[in-house]
Structure formats: C-alpha cells, structure tokens
C-alpha cells in the first residue's frame, strides 16, 4: 500500500507540473512549460541551465529582505515609503561654493548616487526574484517560493516598508528638481517581476490574496504614471525613455488585466518609430548621447520588449515597417556591424561596450525572423551566465 500511495503521489506531482501553464507576459508561457518538460526528462541542456538557477537562487535563500525604508535619507514628503533617486549624469558645479545647480556630464556616472539605496534595492529585488521564482517553477519546492514571497510582500505589500506606489522624487538634481519623469526608467524591471509573481502561481507561500494584493499596487502606479506631472512628461519623451515607458504600461495593464489600455498604448507605440529610427535603421536620438552604441541597444531591447507584448495582443511589431521602411529589423541590422562587428564606431561610446548586450536581440530576432545569420552571430559571442539564463527563457 506504501509503494502504491508513493505511486500516486508522483503521478499527481508530475500531472501537475506537466500542466502547469504560468501567468506571464514578457516570457512564453507555453515555452517554459516545455522547458519544464524537458527538465523532468533530464534533457541534458536545460537541466544544465536550470542547475546554474538553482545553485544561485539557493544562495538567495538567506538574505535579508531590504525595502525603501532602509534608505538613509528622506524624500521631500517627510515619508521613506516613497522612492527617491538622483540623476546619474549631473555633478556639483565646481564654480559654485556648495556645487548647486549641479551640471549635467552625459554618460558620466556620479558616484554619488549610491548613497541613496532604493534604486540597488528595487534592482536587487528583480534579480533575486527572477532565480528564486524559476528555481520554484522548475522544481515546485517550496523554500524558494516561500523567499521570493517574503521579498516581495516586503517592498510592496507590508504596510510598514512597502513602497508607496509613485515616482515623484526619482532621478532628482540637487539645486533644481526634487524628481523627474525621467526616473520612471528606473522602474523597467517592474515588467520583469510581474513574470517572477506569475511564476509563483501554485505554491503555498504566495496565495491569491497576496498576487491580488501585488496586482492592487501596480494598478495605483500604472494610474500615477498616467495621470502625473512626472507620469506625463515621461509618456512626452521622444528617445529611449518614451519606449520604456510604453513597454511598463503595456506590460501593467496585462498584469493587472486592462488589455484595452494595453492594446491601446502599443499602437500608439508605434509613432514613435517615425522618431526613433530612420530609413537606414540608425537611431539619431541615441547616437547623438555619449554612449551613441550603448543606449541604441538599450532601446532596441525596448522596442523587442513591446513586440513580445504585442504577441499577446496580437499586433505585430516584429513585421512592422513604415511606408519608407522605418523598423525594429532595420534597427538591429544597422546596429550590427558597429556592435559585434569590425566596423569602426563613427558616433560617442566613452563607456566601454559590452557585445553581450546584443545576445538578446540577436537570439530573439534569429527566433522571430527564422534567420541562421542571426542565430549564429549570437552564437558567436562570448558565452556567459546572461546567455544562459537568456536561452533558458526564450530559446
């Protein structure tokens, strides 16, 4: 009879597992529940990949949930529930005795910035999730679900540390702003951890009430982003920043199951192609910064991001062309020969450029476009752990 109940109890573990379709909206729920598949099957590749999210969510599993609370300085509200950043491009003006106005160096980051911890937090936030959430989806253990929990209740649902639902003082300039609409860049990875949530679905530590209770939040600052001094002047930003602010409406109202605000903002999108991209595919707004390469392939990703968003909405941003040939294909082909290959760079790069950061594009346009050329020029960059998790979620 003991042999019989263990026999059951499998079979229903794995019944579960096999049929478990995730609530997500940047990441392929069917391809993840295929991944899953094949993890169980011991398919060698994914289990590779999954071991390497498994031993780093593992050393997750005793750290210290942190929230806005544990900043050492007050936003001009009086409350630390509410974020508070500076702008990373200004600096103290040398002619000044205490350095206010600070002046602006594009592309030039002030360490300054670090003193103030929320912007560290919400991006450590976002990546311990992110492995804790996958370790819990691709095993069902419980311990995992149970951390990601407790750091997510943490920043956004405790109401004595959670987060107020607002980016009224992100990204200010000592001596001229307490806040920016720009700042609202700072909250992308927010689209992110809607997946990591969705990917709890199932487990014990994290009920309907608590996903309702994340929902609630979300649906308070999707409403600041749009009724908002600083919600609206990003919403008005022409270059990499109006994408980014795009991709979180669209991504908050599917997570928070508005698909006609969603539907409504992704073909409003599209009118920013005309701005962004030109005829040839070279993105002036981002070549005119100082990190011309860099920030062209922050805002590819952006635009990949609305496209894979478009899918559940079943609008096309993938074939996308204006009548004169405007598209996010042109982008990527333009971007190519200065990004991963020998063409010399014409524009500003003072930082360092990371090829890696084309993976991603490259990899989702070889999968998208059904293009080998694509494929195996990402195969052809240095392999890394980014890679790795990137094949696992989207190959």
Known sequence: MKVFGLSIALVLFFTSSYAQLPEVSLLNAGLLKTKKEAYLRKDKEV?????F????????LDTKPKSVLDKSFTPPSGSKHDYMSLAPYFWPD????????YIRKDGERNPEIRTITDGTYLSDLNNKCKFLSLAYYFTNTEKYA??????MQIWFLNPETKMNPNLNYAQAIRGVNDGRGIGIIETRSLADLADWAGLLTG???WNTKEMQGLKDWYKQYLNWMMTSKNGQDEHHAKNNHGTHYDTQIVAFALFTGDRKLAAQTLKESLKRIPVQIEPDGQQPLELERTNAYGYSTMNLNGWFNLAILGEKLDIDLWNYSTTD???????LDWLIPYTIGDKPKDHKQISPYNKG???RPLLLAGLKYKSSTYLEAAAALPRTNENLMTDLLYR
């Open 203 to 205: 487990s014990a530590s």
């Open 94 to 101: 040398p002619a000044k005795a205490d350095g206010r106005p």
């Open 357 to 359: 950061e084309m993976y």
């Open 325 to 331: 040939g405007r598209s996010l294909r042109k982008a």
């Open 146 to 151: 149970a951390k990601a929990s407790q750091l």
């Open 47 to 51: 289990t590779r990949q999954v071991d």
């Open 53 to 60: 999210v498994l031993k780093t969510a593992d050393g997750y």
